[in-house]
């Protein structure tokens, strides 16, 4: 397992991460805490949760399991804390059922950290996300809508100040370690930079955007401020929600998967993603290569990526995808992939 800097942090995690989004709901408690300790035993040193979890579906009365099932296990294995970086999120707007919805502000961000504290049983989060950006973002299919109107700049901008103060009280009260944003843009990414360069708040370590050979938004303006502001790339979604693994080709929808409780896919679930995806398969099958292990070594192998945030929902999928873990694509591989891209870009 390759270890990357997160940010200018000095903390260092694998270039595999694991994602926790369906322990409490795909995912029982004894396999989710079996999963911790086969992702620790291969090298993983990175897990990554959210307030909000678990989803497939989101409801009332599951919100917030996932960190109470780590926090069980971090319960369980007390020694065993400091072995791992532990990252979760801030949901902030548009998330009815944490304080009601509020946008990111300097009064909701110690009240969430306190409930991930608790739930997640430990004295410290290592990377605090903040999950939306409350101005809203392109992610998640937005883009092809996106208007970047209907906020006030100076507004923006001293939420973002008051933001950073409380972040830096939670720093010095040691409560948490660094800071990353998820699905934000590269204007917001810069101006965050800015006021930290300004004020000596914290400095953004990470941005978590959706990336996969089925989503390649992050690879203009984004992959430059990674490469030249050390803020790499935590991937989510780097299988494209399972569409990698060629399991819903020919129509398929196996029982118990994504599709078959979420049946458009978030918005990816559109007919020129199928001739994508064969693409990749057939690329992989010419080469003797499994599907699964291609789309993450081709994510781990871009310049810009920090870490690549995969799920699996059983204990026999997290052994799959360890098998591949030390994969790397040769330049003949590599060279067909991009002439795939090509021919098919932004399948959705």
């Known amino acids: 397992m390759e270890m990357k800097p997160l940010g200018r942090t000095g903390i260092m995690v ?22 911790m300790d086969m992702a620790l035993e291969a090298g993983i040193n990175f897990v990554d949760a959210a307030e909000m979890y678990p989803v497939n579906p989101i409801s009332k009365e599951t919100v917030g399991r996932t960190e109470e099932i780590l926090g069980n296990w971090n319960a369980a294995n007390s020694a065993r804390r400091d072995s791992y970086v532990l990252a979760t999120k801030h949901s902030g707007a548009g998330f009815s059922h944490a304080r009601d919805g509020a946008p990111i502000s300097g009064q909701t961000i110690p009240e969430a950290i306190e409930g991930s504290l608790r739930r997640l049983q430990t004295d410290c989060i290592d990377l605090y996300q903040f999950h939306w950006p409350n101005r809203g973002s392109y992610m998640f299919r937005q883009n092809w809508s996106y208007a970047p109107t209907g906020h006030n700049t100076d507004e923006v901008v001293d939420n973002m100040q008051e933001c950073l103060e409380a972040l830096q009280a939670e720093v010095d009260r040691g409560t948490i370690r660094a800071f990353g944003l998820s699905n934000e843009s590269a204007w917001g990414t810069a ?3 800015r006021l930290a ?11 978590q955007n959706e990336y996969s050979l089925l989503c390649r938004l992050y690879d203009t303006d984004m992959a430059e401020l990674s490469m030249h502001e050390d803020v790499g790339l ?115």
């Open 191 to 193: 101006r965050w930079l």
């Open 234 to 348: 935590l991937a989510f979604s780097p299988l494209a929600a399972g569409f990698l693994t060629g399991k819903y080709q020919d129509g398929a929808v196996p029982e118990g998967s994504r599709m078959s409780l979420v049946p458009e896919m978030g918005g990816r679930k559109y007919e020129r993603v199928f001739g994508a995806v064969a693409a990749y398969l057939e690329i992989a099958a010419r080469h003797g290569l499994d599907p699964t292990h291609m789309a993450l070594a081709w994510c781990r192998s871009r310049p810009f990526m920090m870490s690549a945030i995969f799920g699996a929902t059983t204990v026999s999928q997290l052994e799959h995808i360890l098998a591949g873990a030390d994969l790397d694509l040769s330049k003949d591989v590599l060279a067909e992939i991009s002439a795939a891209h090509k021919a098919h870009p932004m399948p959705y």
């Open 197 to 207: 360069e300004e004020t000596g708040g914290p400095r953004v370590a990470s941005v």
């Open 14 to 35: 694998s270039d595999l991460c694991l994602g926790t989004m369906t322990f409490g709901t795909q995912t029982s408690e004894a396999d989710a805490h079996q999963q």
